[in-house]
């Protein structure tokens, strides 16, 4: 997880709750636009937000007071519910289980049987591992490139920037087959001094890999774009 997103979803307890100033929460908005895993919990926070201020404050007050124990011999009963099968009861639990082998077996024939037929569940051809992309025509010194991945809700983005302004924000787009603009993300390029290298953003889109045609990115004022 790369430190902007990590900033994110710390900040999402304040956005639920409106504590964060208008920059900061565009900010979050932004980035909850491609982000399906932090739209998500964004919005839990946000219901259980709400939740709470409909909380009654002397019920919670209470909350403070000591919680109800287990009534006398509890322990004794579950303890004595734990004990070692016997001789007769281990017999039996054999002969089930050697009597649900055949049935097992019977299920699992046919189903290999389909995979085989059908070419298995997952994916084939180049959409079945990751694509990498690099953008051209660059302003001198900056260089955009990363990688594509298709995932179970989507499409992963990692991007890796170079020689931008530190602290540039940068929007992220897919466009699809029909040429339709989805947003993926934004993130600010962070450049260590000290350690001499970029941090990657990694970024989310629900739209198939296999729809998207290109990767856009607004940094600043400019546009840049790449097959991918």
């Given amino acids: ?53 409909l909380a009654d404050p002397a019920v919670i007050g209470s909350l403070s007071e000591p919680l109800p124990r287990p009534s006398p011999g509890f322990d004794e009963r579950v303890m004595a519910e734990l004990h070692d099968p016997g001789p007769d009861e281990a017999r039996r639990d054999r002969r089930r289980w050697w009597m649900a082998v055949p049935a097992i077996g019977a299920v699992t024939a046919p189903a290999v049987a389909l995979i085989l037929a059908f070419g298995g569940g997952g994916h084939s051809g180049s959409d079945a591992g990751v694509r990498t992309f690099a953008f051209s025509s660059l302003p001198p010194g900056v260089s955009i490139d990363g990688a594509v991945e298709p995932k179970a809700t989507g499409t992963g983005i990692e991007v890796n920037v170079n020689g ?36 990657p953003a990694t970024l989310s889109t629900a739209w198939d890999l296999s729809e998207i045609n290109q990767l856009v990115i607004k940094a600043g004022d400019r546009i840049f774009e790449t097959d991918v």
Avoid at 24 to 37: I, K, P, Q, W
Avoid at 169 to 189: D, H, I, M, N, Q
């Fill in 164 to 199: 931008m302004r530190p602290g540039t924000l940068c929007r992220v787009y897919v466009r699809t087959a029909s040429g339709k603009l989805e947003p993926a993300g934004t993130f600010r390029y962070r450049y260590s001094a000290e350690e001499h290298e970029s941090y």
């Fill in 1 to 53: 997880m790369s430190p902007e997103h990590r900033e994110i979803r710390e900040s999402l307890g304040s956005w639920a709750m409106g504590h964060l100033d208008p920059e900061e929460r565009e900010l979050v908005d932004l980035h909850l636009e491609g982000c399906a895993e932090c739209r998500n919990e964004a919005e839990s926070l946000k219901r259980t937000g709400a939740m709470l201020a």
